[in-house]
Nanobody
Framework: QVQLVESGGGWVQPGGSLRLSCAASGSIFSLNAMGWYRQAPGKERELVAAVTRGGRTNYADSVKGRFTISRDNAKKSVYLQMNSLKPDDTAVYYC???????WGTGEDYYWGQGTQVTVSS
């Protein structure tokens, strides 16, 4: 069984900062790309940022320069530092990871349970 557990969401005023964390646990042979998605009410889930196993990053245009994704392979964790938050960043944020559970098997994608981020005054 593989689990992704997120933490760090909450309420913050515009211009504030939050740091999200996501830790993978369970039977993991290889932890590949990891990322953060978000879904606002009435909208589709969208990619916020992603990082490969080697550290290459990719960001949505809407968060470039404000958000930073990082990972710690030893801790099987990925983080999202969010600065200069705006009301439009309000959403449920989901962690996602590509995981190979055993040698010789394929990659599956797993999701965390989601953490709410609310930006308002």
């Amino acid at each position: 069984q593989v689990q992704l557990v997120e933490s760090g969401g909450g309420w913050v005023q515009p211009g504030g900062s939050l740091r999200l964390s996501c830790a993978a646990s369970g039977s993991i042979f290889s932890l590949n790309a990891m990322g953060w998605y978000r879904q606002a009410p009435g909208k589709e889930r969208e990619l916020v940022a992603a990082v490969t196993r080697g550290g290459r990053t990719n960001y949505a245009d809407s968060v470039k320069g404000r958000f930073t994704i990082s990972r710690d392979n030893a801790k099987k964790s990925v983080y999202l530092q969010m600065n200069s938050l705006k009301p439009d960043d309000t959403a449920v944020y989901y962690c996602n990871a590509g995981i190979v559970r055993n040698w010789g098997t394929g990659e599956d994608y797993y999701w965390g349970q989601g953490t709410q981020v609310t930006v308002s005054s």
